[in-house]
């Protein structure tokens, strides 16, 4: 069984940065792909950014060239750090583990585990 754990969202003005975190345990972190969700109220969850075990990364076009996903295996850590933010940026951001290894996993289906949520709201 696998836990994560976010934290590090908040409220920010619109063009500024955060940077998420999820915490890993129970299992060996450097084999998981990682992936970032977010939802928006009313809206269903969409897919932001995954790492996979080789550190390939992949990313939603909506954040493409603003976000940044990385992983340090050692602390069994993913993060993801989200510059230039906008008010449509606001959701809450799920990061979710993709055990079974599928060579691309943009879909919620693909992750096996998933972590409680950290709310981002951005102001303008």
């Known amino acids: 069984q696998v836990q994560l754990v976010e934290s590090g969202g908040g409220l920010v003005q619109a063009g500024g940065s955060l940077r998420l975190s999820c915490a890993a345990s129970?299992?060996?972190?450097?084999?998981?792909?990682m992936g970032w969700f977010r939802q928006a109220p009313g809206k269903e969850r969409e897919f932001v950014a995954t790492i996979r075990r080789s550190f390939g990364v992949y990313y939603a076009d909506s954040v493409r060239g603003r976000f940044t996903i990385s992983r340090d295996n050692a602390k069994s850590t993913v993060y993801l750090q989200m510059n230039s933010l906008k008010q449509e940026d606001t959701a809450v951001y799920y990061c979710?583990?993709?055990?079974?290894?599928?060579?691309?996993?943009?879909?919620?289906?693909?992750?096996?585990?998933w972590g409680q949520g950290t709310q981002v709201t951005v102001s303008s």
């Open positions: 129970g299992g060996t972190f450097s084999n998981y792909a």
């Open positions: 979710a583990a993709d055990v079974a290894g599928w060579p691309i996993a943009t879909m919620t289906r693909d992750y096996e585990y």
